[in-house]
């Protein structure tokens, strides 16, 4: 299979990421697969090096995350939701901040600071 151009003109309905639009059910698929292959003396290397000529080619560590996951009889996708750096601050913590900004009395300017 060739592949040409980006992610996007082969697959529209993909996201900003490799596997964005994949089902996880996809997903859990090519770990079991890459755990058999494993299994059976196929390099993990190898397994990758096929997976990027199919239509879900995940990152390597990805892989590996989902295959240890599997082993551990885990589930290898998260349920929620968790992307990116945590919040800099909790609701308590913005609560005391909004708090301390209606209470105070000096006018502060951005220009200021």
């Known amino acids: 299979m060739e592949k040409s151009g980006s992610s996007a003109e082969t697959s529209p309905k993909r996201g900003r990421y490799a596997g964005g639009g994949t089902s996880p059910d996809v997903k859990v698929f090519a770990a079991e697969l890459a755990m ?4 059976q003396g196929v390099s ?3 397994v990758h090096t096929a997976l990027k ?5 995940p ?7 989902h295959m240890a996951a ?3 009889d885990e589930a290898p996708l998260s349920a929620e939701k968790a992307t990116g750096r945590a919040p800099a601050l909790t609701e308590e913590q913005w609560e005391i901040v909004f708090g301390r900004v209606l209470v105070g009395e000096k006018i502060v300017s951005l220009e200021d600071v």
Request: aromatic share 4%; hydrophobic share 40%; charged share 25%.
């Open 59 to 65: 990152a390597p560590r990805t892989l590996r995350l």
């Open 53 to 57: 000529e199919t239509s879900y080619s």
């Open 44 to 46: 993990i290397s190898t």
């Open 36 to 39: 058999a292959l494993v299994a």
């Open 70 to 72: 599997l082993k551990k």
